[in-house]
Structures are given as C-alpha cells and as structure tokens.
C-alpha cells in the first residue's frame, strides 16, 4: 500500500487557515510560495498591471504560460501599483490579515516602498516575513543585481563541476536553475520553521534567504577541502558508461555493489587485485575501472545492462530525456502529476516530491487569470471599487 493510500479520501491541509502575501517573481520565491498553495495555505499573488514576468514564458497556449503555471497554480491573483498611495495602503490592510510574506526583490525596494518588515510588523506584529535575495539583506554585495546563473559561478559550484569533467577547462553553460529551485526549497523550510516557533513565543520574525550560501551548501566536500592545503584525494568520476545502443549511469558506492558488479562482468578476481581492492585505491584507478565496465557493457544493448545490474543490485540507470522520465510506471504510482487548468486549457503540473499520512499536498485545479480576485480581496480590505477610505475610518465604518 503507498502512503497516499492511507488517507485516501482526507481533504486536510496542513496550513489549512494561513494567508500569505506572495510579491515574489520569476522562479525562487514562486516555488516557495507553491509550496505553501500545496500545503493548502491560501496565497495572494501581488502582481502589476503588465502581469508577473513568467506569464509570458513558453510554452504558451492561447497566451497563458504553463510554466508560470507550475509555480503559480493555486494563487489568487490582485493587481496592485505599489508606488501609489492607495496601493500600499492596500498592502498594509492585507498583511494586517496575513500570517506569512514573501517577496524577492532587491534588497531594499521594499524598504523604499515603506513595506519593509520593520513597517508592516507595526501592522501586525506575527506577520512571518521571508525575503529571498542573491546575496542576502545586508553586506557589500547585498544590492547586487543576481539571477541563477550569475549566483552558480559566483558561488564556485560551476567551478567545481567543472572539476568533474576530466578533459575539459571551460565551465558549462547554465540551463537548469538550480539556485533558484533549492533557495525556494529553504524559503519553504524556514517559513514552516518560524510557524512552529510563533505558535510558541507569538511573535512573527524576518527570514533572510541567500541564493548565495544555498549553492554553497551544495558543494558538500569542495567546501571542506577549499579549507585545508593538503590536495583531497582523487574521487569516483561517476559518468556515462557506453552500451551497443545508448549510455546508463551506474554508481558504486559500497563494497557490496562494487563486488557484485565485478561478478556481473565477469572480473571477480578484482575484488583482490591491488589496483581495486580498497576505495582508496579504487579512486586511485578509477579511470581504468571503469574502462573495464565498459569493455562488458559495450556488448549488451543499455536495457539488457540495467537488467543484469538491477539483477544483482547494482545502481544503474538509462540517461533519460524529461519526456521518457515522466512516463516512468513509478511516478503513475505515486501519482506524482496532477492535471491542473488555465484560460489556455488543461496541462499537467508536478506535485510535491512527498506524501503525508495525515494530510493532503495536492495542489489546487486552477491556475488564476491577472488580477482576478483584485475586486473581491479590496472589497474585503474596505477598498471596494478602487476608491481609498479616508484616513480614520475603518472598513466597518465605511
């Protein structure tokens, strides 16, 4: 039985009840806040007139992005001009109702805009506030301009791929975003941490967030040897061992399966053999290890390899483009794609990696036009019909 399983049927939603206010764009602060759509929190997107920058990011069907999609489903949409009075004093009305703020811009836009942390607190003194940056809110480079990619060759983790790629002395180029996707990924964390600890003191805090330190915290052991004068040993380059039709990944990361794949290639005797016995001396040889590997595997098709190795425990798999990872019968079983709805027409989106026992992280069905729900949540805040309340009086007087 899978977990999901086990609830089938439950609605609840762990942050069932809690509002956030989303000011975040493009990828990392979006994350962040679908995350918490998903946990069943209810998240008001603050968007331009123009719309968020992702809306117009392809694919586009009939003019809607499914990409701003996937980081966005879920949200209600208010459009609002933050320069203007009557647009922060919308601002202010709507974090006195909110539990959790998220915004991305550079440090120090809200500050200008008198939406800073210090200001709103003064509305509402458990307001959660989490700001994502480059480089975090203070210090020399803290007003730099940074996106993804300038944050991975900032941080060395370019430099350190490229260290894994023998040969070679240009880094690569920068497709996938990972600072953004994993600094969103904190941003979720510390909000649910400051959650547990307002329940107990009461009292809502800032969360600094710096894509920065998020990359650095992916180069585990080149952080560490950075440290010390003495050259880390050679280490495993695990890579693309050739088959007669394709390429399969296959990780030896224990004695066992190090055993076991040596028997499944017909090299038992290299179990004892000097060059490979010990780890050490393995990452000393790891070049002619894997020669040997691939000596074997050249002579079997890549899915005959992956069932010898899955046969006899090996890690291994076929390098896989998205479409061919997406059909794969397990993420079926974990139901790991939900169709969800725009303006354009129905495409699917990926859940959250995890599953709860005791509580729902589906997302929501739909994906919410620009400013949709702006009349309804000014109407709610005492700011119907785009006209402000005269300072002293309140939404119940007006």
């Given at each position: 039985m899978q977990l999901a399983d086990k609830h089938e049927g439950t609605t609840t939603k762990a942050f069932a009840g809690l509002r956030v206010l989303d000011f975040s764009t493009t990828i990392a602060g979006p994350h962040c806040t679908r995350m918490l759509a998903d946990m069943g929190a209810e998240v008001i997107k603050i968007e331009t007139d123009g719309g968020e920058t992702m809306r117009t990011r392809p694919p586009l069907r009939n003019g809607c992005s499914t990409t701003f999609g996937q980081l966005n489903v879920g949200k209600k949409s208010v459009v609002l001009d933050l320069k203007s009075e009557d647009g922060k004093e919308a601002v202010r009305r709507l974090a006195a109702t909110a539990d959790i703020l998220v915004e991305n811009f550079r440090p120090g836009v809200m500050r200008r805009l008198r939406l800073d942390y210090d200001s709103l607190r003064q509305v509402n003194p458990r307001l959660i506030y989490c700001s994502i940056s480059g480089y975090g809110q203070t210090g020399p480079s803290a007003e730099l301009p940074a996106y993804a990619p300038v944050i991975h060759a900032a941080s060395g983790y370019d430099m350190a791929h490229l260290a894994y790629q023998p040969g070679r002395n240009r880094p690569d180029y920068c497709g996938i975003y990972h600072a953004d996707v994993v600094t969103g990924t904190y941003g979720f964390g510390a909000i649910a941490s400051a959650l547990y600890q307002r329940s107990v003191t009461g009292a809502g805090q800032h969360i600094d967030v710096s894509m920065l330190e998020t990359m650095l915290s992916l180069t585990l052991t080149e952080l560490q040897s950075s440290q010390f004068a003495v050259p880390p040993p050679p280490r495993p380059m695990f890579g693309p061992t050739e088959t007669a039709s394709g390429y399969v990944m296959i990780t030896i990361a224990s004695e066992k399966t190090f055993q076991a794949l040596m028997g499944v290639i017909g090299h038992p005797d290299w179990v004892s053999d000097p060059r490979f016995a010990t780890y050490a001396a393995r990452r000393a040889n790891w070049?002619?290890?894997?020669?040997?590997?691939?000596?074997?595997?050249?002579?079997?098709?890549?899915?005959?390899?992956?069932?010898?190795?899955?046969?006899?425990?090996?890690?291994?798999?076929?390098?896989?483009?998205?479409?061919?990872?997406?059909?794969?019968?397990?993420?079926?079983?974990?139901?790991?794609?939900?169709?969800?709805?725009?303006?354009?027409?129905?495409?699917?989106?990926?859940?959250?990696?995890?599953?709860?026992?005791?509580?729902?992280?589906?997302?929501?069905?739909?994906?919410?036009?620009?400013?949709?729900?702006?009349?309804?949540?000014r109407q709610e805040i005492g700011l119907a019909d785009g006209t402000a309340i005269p300072p002293g009086k309140t939404a119940a007087t007006s």
């Open positions: 070049a002619e290890l894997m020669d040997g590997v691939e000596i074997w595997s050249r002579r079997l098709s890549t899915d005959a390899c992956l069932r010898v190795l899955g046969a006899a425990g090996v890690p291994a798999s076929a390098y896989r483009s998205v479409s061919e990872a997406l059909a794969d019968p397990q993420l079926a079983h974990r139901q790991a794609l939900s169709e969800v709805r725009d303006e354009g027409g129905s495409f699917q989106v990926l859940n959250l990696p995890f599953r709860m026992s005791g509580a729902d992280t589906a997302p929501a069905r739909t994906v919410s036009a620009l400013g949709q729900h702006t009349d309804a949540l």
